[in-house]
Nanobody, 124 residues
Framework: VQLQASGGGLVQSGGSLRLSCAASGHTLDHRAIGWFRQVPGKEREWVSCIGSSDDSTYYKDSVKGRFAISRDNAKSTVYLQMNSLKPEDTGVYYC??????????????????WGQGTQVTVSS
C-alpha cells in the first residue's frame, strides 16, 4: 500500500487546514488509518485514528473538538480536518495504514504502511 499525504502548509493561529491521505495500488477501506505528527528533536506522536469497520474515530486529547478524521472509500482517501490550529500543532504530519484488514483503533493497529509526510506550520 502506497500512501501520499498532502494538504499541509503555513497558516496563522486559529486557521484551518485539511490533510489528505491517498492510497495507490490498494483501497483503504477495511484498514484502520492513523495520523501522526513529528517535531524535530521529538518522537513521532499519534494524533488520530479511524477504524476499519465502523469508522469509529479517536483523537489525542489536545486535538479533540478541533480535528476531525474521515474517510472516502470511493476515493481511497482519508482526511484530517484541522480547525482552530495552534502553534503547538506545528509538525510534519504522516498518515499510516494498518498492515491487516478489519482492525480497530483501540486494538493496537500495526501501522506498517506510511506516507511521506506533509509539513504543517502554524504561526502565532
Amino acid at each position: 500500500v502506497q500512501l501520499q499525504a498532502s494538504g499541509g502548509g503555513l497558516v496563522q493561529s486559529g486557521g484551518s487546514l485539511r490533510l489528505s491521505c491517498a492510497a495507490s495500488g490498494h483501497t483503504l477501506d477495511h484498514r484502520a488509518i492513523g495520523w501522526f505528527r513529528q517535531v524535530p528533536g521529538k518522537e513521532r506522536e499519534w494524533v488520530s485514528c479511524i477504524g476499519s469497520s465502523d469508522d469509529s474515530t479517536y483523537y489525542k486529547d489536545s486535538v479533540k473538538g478541533r480535528f476531525a478524521i474521515s474517510r472516502d472509500n470511493a476515493k481511497s482517501t482519508v482526511y484530517l480536518q484541522m480547525n482552530s490550529l495552534k502553534p503547538e500543532d506545528t509538525g510534519v504530519y504522516y498518515c499510516a495504514a494498518d498492515r491487516w484488514y478489519g482492525s480497530s483503533c483501540d486494538s493496537g493497529p500495526d501501522f506498517g504502511f506510511w506516507g511521506q509526510g506533509t509539513q504543517v506550520t502554524v504561526s502565532s
